[in-house]
C-alpha cells in the first residue's frame, strides 16, 4: 500500500455559461483520469451526473473528481455557477486550498463574476483566473482583462497571451519572463505587496531575474494577494496545461506529514450524497490527524453556518470509507489535506465538524435564505412522501428547512425561483413525487422589543395535569446573536433531563413568534424551576414551557423584521435619474455614488422584497448596460401592519387551541 500523495483542493467557480464544467472536464481528460472528453451540451459531463444537470446544462449541487499532475493530486470542487446555489458555493469555501474563477473571453466579466471574487478574496483563498472560450467568436482577451484589473482586482498578473483571439486556430503562447517588459509589468503588481521590490522599482532597477520573480509570484498567489490569468479555451485544450503547471506550482499543496497521523482527527462534511435506498454518503476534507474504516466518530453541529440547528453532538462508525482519488484502493486511511467519501453515519448533515473547531472559532455565517414557498403534492396522497423527500433535500443543504403547515402543505425555505425550479424537478425525479409549489414570498424573523416575563408553578393550572414549575424570562439580545439561553436557578435545581427538556423546547418553540415568524437576537432566562418526585416527567417541562415562554414573549412584544440587501450598482450616466427613480420607488436606499469612466456607482440597501422586480427592470432601465450585485446584509422593521405566518405548533398563545392540539398530536402531555 503506498503512501497518499501531496493534494491541492481547488474549486471551480463561474457566472452561469462560462465554461466552468468543460474546464473540468478538460482537466480531467488531458490528465488521463477520464477516457472521453465530456460535454455540457451533450449531457455526459463527469461531475454534473443529474439528469437536471445533465438537461439544464447547469451545476446544482458540489461535485469532486481527481487527477494526479506529477506528485500532486488535484480534488476538483466543481460548484453551482447560478446566483440561487451561492450558499452551496460558500460552504465548499471552507475545504478549498484555492480556486479557479472561470470567466467567458466573449461575455467577460458579469455581475455574478464580481460576487464569486468578492467571496473568494473575503475568504483569503488563492484565486487563479481562466479566460475560457478564446476561440469563440466575439471572444475579446484584452478588452476582458483589462475589465478583470479594473472591476475584480488591479493585482491580476497575465501569465499567458492569445493568438488568433476569435478564431477556431486561437492558441495561447506562455510570456517570456526573461523579457523585460514582461518582467516588469510582473513586478509591478508584486511591488504592491513587497517595500524592497518597490524600492528597487523606484530607484529605476530592473525587475529581478525570472527564478525570483517566479518566488516573489508564488508567495503573493499563496496568500491570496496576487490573481494570476491565464487565457485559453475548455473544448480545444488551449491553456489547460499552464493553468495546471500554475495551480501546482503557485498555490499551497497539502504535503503528506507522517507526525500529524497521531493527532486527533479535524475535517469537515461539505456535500452529500443518497443512494437510491437512501443511504447518506457524506464527503469530508481532513485537516489534521487520521480517519480509518470502521473508525468512531464524534460530530459536532453548532449551527454557525446560519442554519437552525442548535450545538449537538452525535456519535457514529465509519462502515466504509473512500480516499478520493484512491477509489481502487480500500484500505487506504484518509489523512490531512485529503477528501474522503464517507459511510454509515445516518444522521450526517452538510456542516457537520469532525473534532474541536479550527483555530479562530466557528466557521462563517452564511447568509439565510430570503423566500418561503409553500409545496402540495399533486397526487393528495403523497404529502407524507413530499415531507420525507424535502427532509431529505434539507438534510443535503441545511439552509433549506422545511415546516409541515397543517392542512396546506410543507412550506420550503429557498434562494430564488430557479432553486424551487431545480427541486421541484429533484422530486420528481429522484423520490418519484410530484409537488406543485405556491408564489414564493418573503421570510420575516422577530425580536423581541422589550422584556415579559411569566411563571407556572405546580398545580397552578389543575385541569392541565403538567407536573412542573417554569418561570421564563424574554428581552432582546445583541443584534446578530441568535438565541441565548441562561438560568437564575441552580444548574441542578433540576434533573438533567428536565433541564434539557426546558432548553431544547424554548429554541423549538421560538421557532414561531407572536406573528408565526421565527424569533431571533434574544435572551431567555430560566427565574424559575420545580418538579415533584417521582411524579413529574420530562414530558411535562416539554409540554409546559411554550405556554409559559409564549406568554413571557406575549408581554415582551415583538417586532416583525424584513431582510435587507445591499447593492452595488453600475449605470450610465443618462440612465441615473430614472434608476434612482426606480430604486425610491422600491424602497431602496442609496448610501453612496460616485462617477467611474462613463459610469455611475452606487451602493446602499434594498428590501429584499423588491430586489427581483428591480433586477428585471434593470435592463430596460440602462439599454441593458446597468448591472446590479446584491447580498442579503441584515433586517430592517417593517414599516406598516406586520405580515403573518400561518402557525404549525398549535399556537401557545391560546391555551384551549392548544390544549387540544396537544391532545390530538399525542406528545405524551397530561392534559
Not at 488531458?30 to 449531457?43: E, K, N, P, Q
Not at 486527533?264 to 461539505?270: D, I, Y
Not at 429557498?414 to 422530486?427: H, S
Request: charged share 25%; with cysteine; hydrophobic share 40%.
Amino acid at each position: 500500500m503506498s503512501s497518499l500523495p501531496a493534494t491541492l483542493n481547488i474549486g471551480i467557480v463561474a457566472h452561469v455559461d462560462a465554461g466552468k464544467t468543460s474546464l473540468t472536464e478538460r482537466l480531467l481528460f488531458d490528465a488521463g483520469a477520464v477516457d472521453r472528453l465530456g460535454s455540457v451540451d451533450a449531457g455526459d459531463t463527469r461531475t454534473d451526473s443529474g439528469r437536471i444537470e445533465r438537461e439544464r446544462g447547469i451545476t446544482v449541487r458540489t461535485a469532486v473528481a481527481s487527477f494526479r499532475a506529477g506528485p500532486v493530486q488535484v480534488n476538483l470542487i466543481d460548484t453551482p455557477g447560478h446566483t440561487d446555489f451561492v450558499a452551496e458555493v460558500e460552504r465548499a469555501l471552507s475545504v478549498l486550498d484555492g480556486a479557479v474563477l472561470v470567466l467567458s473571453a466573449v461575455e467577460g466579466v458579469q455581475a455574478h463574476t464580481r460576487v464569486l471574487m468578492r467571496t473568494l478574496r473575503g475568504a483569503g483563498l488563492p484565486v487563479a483566473l481562466f479566460v475560457n472560450k478564446t476561440d469563440r467568436r466575439g471572444a475579446r482577451p484584452d478588452g476582458v482583462f483589462a475589465d478583470v484589473r479594473r472591476l475584480l482586482s488591479p493585482d491580476a498578473v497575465a501569465l499567458n497571451r492569445v493568438s488568433g483571439a476569435g478564431t477556431r486556430d486561437a492558441r495561447t503562447l506562455p510570456l517570456d519572463r526573461d523579457d523585460p517588459a514582461v518582467a516588469a509589468g510582473i513586478a509591478e503588481v508584486l511591488a504592491a505587496h513587497d517595500d524592497v521590490l518597490l524600492a528597487r522599482l523606484v530607484d529605476g532597477l530592473p525587475a529581478p531575474p525570472p527564478a525570483r520573480l517566479d518566488s516573489l509570484l508564488a508567495a503573493r498567489v499563496s496568500e491570496g494577494l496576487v490573481h494570476p490569468v491565464l487565457f485559453g479555451s475548455a473544448i480545444t485544450g488551449e491553456g489547460a496545461p499552464e493553468l495546471v503547471r500554475v495551480l501546482t506550482a503557485l498555490f499551497p499543496v497539502n504535503a503528506p506529514d507522517p507526525g500529524d497521523t497521531g493527532r486527533e482527527p479535524q475535517g469537515t462534511v461539505f456535500a452529500i450524497e443518497r443512494s437510491a435506498s437512501g443511504e447518506k454518503t457524506g464527503y469530508l476534507r481532513l485537516r489534521s490527524g487520521r480517519l480509518a474504516n470502521r473508525d468512531h466518530v464524534v460530530l459536532h453541529r453548532d449551527g454557525s453556518d446560519g442554519s437552525d440547528d442548535r450545538d449537538t453532538t452525535h456519535r457514529g462508525r465509519v462502515t466504509r470509507l473512500e480516499v478520493v482519488g484512491s477509489e481502487s484502493d480500500r484500505g487506504r486511511a484518509l489523512t490531512a489535506g485529503h477528501i474522503g467519501r464517507v459511510r454509515g453515519l445516518p444522521g450526517l448533515r452538510v456542516g457537520d465538524r469532525l473534532g474541536p473547531p479550527a483555530p479562530g472559532g466557528p466557521g462563517p455565517r452564511f447568509a439565510r435564505p430570503s423566500l418561503e414557498a409553500l409545496a402540495r403534492p399533486e397526487d393528495s396522497g403523497d404529502g407524507p412522501r413530499l415531507h420525507a423527500a424535502l427532509v431529505a433535500l434539507a438534510e443535503q443543504d441545511p439552509l433549506i428547512s422545511v415546516r409541515t403547515v397543517p392542512g396546506e402543505g410543507v412550506s420550503v425555505l429557498l434562494y430564488g425561483e430557479v432553486q424551487k425550479e431545480v427541486v421541484a424537478a429533484t422530486l420528481a425525479d429522484d423520490f418519484g413525487v410530484r409537488a406543485v409549489f405556491d408564489r414564493s414570498t418573503i421570510v420575516h424573523v422577530e425580536r423581541p422589543s422589550g422584556v415579559g416575563e411569566a411563571v407556572e408553578t405546580v398545580g397552578s393550572q389543575p385541569a392541565d395535569g403538567f407536573v412542573a414549575t417554569v418561570g421564563l424570562r424574554v428581552e432582546p439580545g445583541e443584534e446578530g446573536s441568535g438565541v441565548a439561553f441562561r438560568r437564575e436557578v441552580e444548574l441542578g435545581a433540576l434533573l438533567p433531563s428536565f433541564d434539557r427538556a426546558v432548553v431544547e423546547t424554548v429554541h423549538d418553540t421560538l421557532a414561531q413568534g407572536l406573528y408565526g415568524w421565527q424569533v431571533t437576537d434574544c435572551v431567555v432566562t430560566l427565574v424559575r424551576s420545580g418538579f415533584v418526585a417521582p411524579t413529574s416527567t420530562a414530558r411535562d417541562f416539554r409540554c409546559l414551557t411554550p405556554l409559559v415562554l409564549m406568554r413571557a414573549l406575549h408581554r415582551a412584544g415583538t417586532r416583525v423584521m424584513e431582510p435587507v440587501h445591499a447593492f452595488e450598482l453600475e449605470v450610465p450616466a443618462d440612465a441615473l435619474s430614472a434608476v434612482l427613480a426606480a430604486l425610491g420607488g422600491a424602497g431602496g436606499h442609496v448610501h453612496e455614488s460616485r462617477p467611474r469612466g462613463g459610469v455611475w456607482v452606487l451602493e446602499g440597501e434594498l428590501p429584499a422584497r423588491a430586489v427581483h422586480g428591480f433586477r428585471s427592470a434593470l435592463p430596460g432601465l440602462t439599454r441593458g448596460e446597468g448591472f446590479l450585485v446584491s447580498r442579503r446584509t441584515r433586517v430592517r422593521p417593517v414599516v406598516g401592519t406586520p405580515p403573518r405566518r400561518a402557525r404549525t405548533d398549535g399556537n401557545p398563545l391560546n391555551r384551549e387551541e392548544y390544549l387540544i392540539h396537544l391532545g390530538r398530536s399525542g406528545p405524551g402531555g397530561r392534559a
